[in-house]
């Protein structure tokens, strides 16, 4: 568990206040003598000089000195440095000091802690179907989201993201950041040195694909599921993109709803589509070792051969910027960069995304004010600005893409906000926690060692409860 001390707020908001954009973000914070700023003293107890931030946005919450709220997450290092550098100005100004603890183990400690009466202040859920799970078994655990924060939803939102964080009628969560998982990373020296250009069809790609298999010595593609207890989803991300471009975004939804059975027809074309590249060895798996090695070289590792010139292309989602190693240029001219997964549809274009979800246990006014803050265009700007490697975006239409550090992060905000864009959240994570985070991980693994896709659909279809 980490907390932020005073003096690290005022480290981390000396900085922030530098930001050409910072009027965007903080606007007044108020100070006993009324003149605008926060007077602090230095560590012999003289006086500094005044803070530039302004706390007027905060004024709403009132005063909330010397409380503190505990936020508990699957969010940890590198990315729980921004989260907490975002929150800054909220704890400056109000008074309230956030208490972060991040945890890889998160999803079933969550559920321990509920269970025993232990539950933190506010969890940042990854998962709808969480989400639907506690709501369900533990009635009264989670708390509706108070009127302030339904507010910045229905305004800085679409209905669809407020619809994930709603059950049964009652909206309980608000988004807090937004995945988009539909990239492939490349080297662009690699392409510009050989002639190749980035696909803009699906057909496209896997022309390209068939053209390095047969031109260069390095393979294709390289790709790892490997996660530990979660070893598989970066795979399931696959299938995903795929159902969305082969069967279509209404199909897809049928699928997660169960409307249609996972071993439907038009899934298994996707799971065989997918198959094309990840089961064939002539074009995977590049640097790493064969279609089997997939199960076994860890995701955060596996888009590592391009950096050596071994593999040329690696599909993974926009916070896979943050797992590139220190020094990696990520840009249209650097060592790596990505392109939208594409697609042979014209009408649409599919996005796969995910994101996670605000939920409180308790309704303090120091809760609600913090959940208020994090559905607010104040935050999704101050948490851009506090994100200077990249690697993270928002669906809040609040967030200006100029805040947004690298060029990646506001490629990935442009994708997001395509017009012909359908964003389709993340299927796994909507099914039920037994399928979406058991037999279809499982799957993966089976499949990619050897497994017949009809075996492995079938035997995911025959685990969906009933």
Known sequence: MTTRTTAARRRGLAAVAGGASLALLLAACSDPDGEGGVAEETADGGAATESSIDCAAYDEFGDLEGTSVSVYTSIVEPEQQTQEDSYD???????????????????????????????PDIAYLPQPGLLNTIVSDYPDAILPAPDATVANVDEFFSETWKEYGTVDGTFYAAPLGANAKSFVWYSPTMFSEAGYEVPQTWTE???????????????????GVESGDATGWPGTDWIEDVVLRTAGP??????????????????????????EILKNPDYVNAGLGGVDSIATTAWTDAG????????????????????????????????????????????????LGGGEFVAAFDDRPEVQAFQTYLASADWANEKA????????????????????????????????????????????????????AGTFWTGIVDWLTGASTQDVVDRIENSWPE
């Not at 790609?205 to 790709?223: F, R, S, V, Y």
């Not at 049928?254 to 074309?269: K, L, R, S």
């Not at 650097?334 to 274009?349: C, E, N």
Request: glycine letters at 8%; hydrophobic letters at 40%.
């Open 89 to 119: 100005a909220f704890e400056e100004c109000t008074g309230v000091e956030v208490v972060y603890e991040g945890s890889r183990e998160f999803e079933a400690q969550l559920l321990v802690r509920v269970q025993a009466g232990n539950a």
């Open 205 to 223: 790609m896997m022309d390209l694909t068939e053209t390095i298999a047969g031109e260069q010595e390095a393979l294709p593609w390289c790709a």
């Open 250 to 275: 209404d199909v897809y939804e049928q699928w997660y709803n169960h409307e249609i059975p996972f071993n439907d027809p038009q899934i298994v074309e996707a799971w065989e589509a997918t198959g």
């Open 304 to 351: 590592f051969p391009i950096l050596d010139g071994n593999c040329w292309m690696h599909r993974a989602a926009n916070f896979y910027q943050t797992q590139w190693p220190s020094g990696t240029e990520v840009s249209e001219s650097g060592d790596v960069f990505a392109f939208y997964l594409p697609t042979d549809q014209t009408d649409v274009k599919p996005v």
């Open 385 to 436: 600005l506090a994100t200077p490697e990249g690697g993270w975006v928002s669906a809040n239409t609040g967030l200006d893409p100029a805040n947004l550090q690298t060029e990646f992060d506001q490629l990935a905000a442009e994708v997001l906000s395509d017009e012909a864009a359908v964003v389709a959240f993340d299927a796994s994570d909507l099914m039920p926690g037994d399928v979406g």
